[in-house]
């Protein structure tokens, strides 16, 4: 993919970060960094988003979630950056999913700390350890499944097909993680001008298990076909 493709992309209607990330990626094609460097902003970015929301204040929140937006934005940025200027690479890609399970288990720790601190109760603490935790554990089923992948010399093995309304679990599994790889920025946005961000602790205590869950059974269901 060649520069001129990427600045004369139209993106779809969703995922809506798209929309953001085409623009500032047609500006950062032109200057001299590398799509990794980018991805480490994004690091960064989500860190720092981390350690707002551990700081109870309405400022901070409301810095938090911007913080969180800007590591959405670069997160997909790299990518775009990358393939317009032939960068694209096996430890880039490897270094992106890092970055994603990194960024959102930090933030699922620092939301849970402010919301402990906040609140006088450590209770919050395990919502936010339990979503850290389903994280953390479909991180390494999806790095395994990458590498099984790799070791099979699948091409089309990153595109996974839309499962069917006769697959309830498998459509679960597949929302969650859309949600979470493409818009979930916005609505902790949302949540955060509403001073509500700590719906999503006991939301994503629950919903990333059965994330991992449906990624588990899926995979074994194609390990046995």
Known sequence: MSATTVAGATPSAFPLIRHFSVPVSRFLIRMPVTPNQVTTGSLVCALSAAWCFATPGDDTQSLGALLFFAFYLLDNCDGEIARAKGLSSRFGQYYDTFVDWLGHAALFLGLASGVAAERHSDWWLWFGAAAALGATVNYGIGLAADLQAEARQAEDAAREPR?????????????????????????LILLALVDQTWLLLPAAAVGAQAYWLASFIEGIRDHHV
Not at 176 to 186: G, K, M, P
């Open 163 to 187: 499962p069917t309304l006769a697959e309830p679990l498998a459509a679960f599994g597949f929302f969650l993680r859309e949600l979470s790889r493409a818009d979930f920025c916005f609505i």
